[in-house]
């Protein structure tokens, strides 16, 4: 199935941030990357399971460009597990070729933080992967559930709507 399109188009202020001129109302976050050699599987495409890698190269650099980097959140006795996640690939992905990584933050929930990604070709706007990781809120030293921390509550407040 054909993904809706999605066009980013830069925010003036700031271009580490676009808006999807498709719905004219998401803001996400972008960071460029190219596919190593060993991100490669023996059809010279990119294997499937890179993609995360690739999710988390956004969500990493998201928190740090918004100054509350997940080195933090985790000095702060908070570990953010992956719960439930999803990716749909579109076209393939080679090695070396540009990407554009999309990251956004969905509503919070009182212990669970969402992220959308879409990953589009960096020279033919094609949408290669589309996904969202699900992340349960823990204090590290228990390992239990507790309410998302403050760090993080700070970052979703500062995300550009």
């Known amino acids: 199935m054909r993904p809706d399109p999605f066009q980013p188009e830069l925010l003036s202020h700031d271009e580490r941030f676009a808006r999807d001129a498709q ?31 690739f999710f988390e190269l956004g969500r990493a650099t998201l928190m740090r460009d918004l100054s509350f980097p997940y080195a933090e959140v ?6 953010y597990p992956i719960t439930k996640l999803e990716l749909g690939f579109h076209v393939p992905l080679h090695y070396d070729e540009p ?18 990604y879409v990953i589009i070709h ?23 559930p507790t309410a998302v921390d403050p760090h993080t509550l700070k970052m979703w407040e500062r995300f550009p709507t």
């Open 99 to 116: 990407m554009w990584i999309h990251t956004r933050p969905r509503p919070l929930e009182r212990v669970r933080v969402t992220f959308d």
């Open 122 to 144: 960096g020279e033919t706007g094609a949408i290669v992967c589309k996904g969202y990781t699900t992340h349960c809120a823990l204090r590290g030293e228990t390992g239990r």
């Open 23 to 53: 719905t004219g109302r998401l803001v996400w976050h972008r960071t460029f990357s190219r596919p190593l050699y060993a991100d490669t599987d023996r059809s010279r495409v990119v294997y499937h399971a890179n993609y995360l890698r």
């Open 74 to 79: 985790e000095a702060n006795g908070y570990i």
